[in-house]
């Protein structure tokens, strides 16, 4: 009888140093990682695309835009204009996913701060630098643009080793201070919530 629950222990111990050795090595040369992505791009295949919220509105810079305005950075006078154009077609929320940490010229920047001001439902972003995470190292939009803003939130999103996006932290902890991403600063604001 003790020989054989000396070999049903030995067997089991051999077993896990076995499955242990097996997860290391595997875990080492980044296996595991990869599976997790793969399967994460999988489930987002085999689940098909998300239907968008009619409520929301992206406008996107394409080649013609900028063929028509020309390169990037524009005049912040068409900020101004795109700001305007959306107040007045009754947008909830409006967010620029640019963060304008230096200042144009005198006389865009205040016909921007002037339409943000009227508006009242601008959103703006600020970018922590890697790999701080702190308000003060931050890229934050100038202060003529940011004063009058309705909110702002980090725009931080981090690639996986392979480069794909696949995930975004919604908030973000330094100093006993949480930061929220834009995109939850925006969303809770609709819902009437409080972070």
């Known amino acids: 009888m003790k020989s054989l629950t000396f070999r049903f222990i030995f067997i089991n111990v051999l077993l896990a140093v076995l499955a242990a050795t097996a997860i290391a090595l595997l875990s ?3 296996f595991l990682e990869n599976l997790e992505m793969f399967s994460l791009d999988l489930s987002f295949r085999i689940r098909g695309a998300i239907r968008c919220n009619p409520g929301v509105t ?3 810079i ?3 835009d ?3 305005i020309g390169r ?3 005049d912040r006078k068409w ?3 795109v700001t305007r154009a959306l107040t007045a077609m009754g947008a909830k929320a409006i967010y620029f996913d640019i963060v304008f940490a230096e200042p144009s010229d005198e006389a ?3 016909l921007f701060a002037g339409a943000i001001k009227a508006s009242g439902r601008v959103y703006l972003p600020f970018a922590f630098q890697p790999p701080s995470i702190d308000i003060e190292d931050a890229l934050i939009p100038i202060e003529p643009l940011s004063r009058d803003v309705l909110g702002m939130g980090a725009i931080n999103i981090f690639p996986d080793s ?3 996006l696949r995930r975004m932290p919604l908030t973000f902890l330094a100093k006993n201070q949480l930061y929220t991403h834009a995109a939850l600063k925006i969303a809770a604001d609709n819902l009437g919530l409080d972070f």
Request: aromatic content about 12%.
């Open 62 to 64: 394409s080649d013609y």
């Open 162 to 164: 392979d480069g794909k």
């Open 79 to 81: 900020h101004a204009a």
């Open 66 to 68: 900028i063929a028509s």
């Open 58 to 60: 992206i406008i996107e």
């Open 28 to 30: 080492h040369d980044g």
């Open 72 to 74: 990037w950075p524009w």
């Open 108 to 110: 865009g920047d205040a």
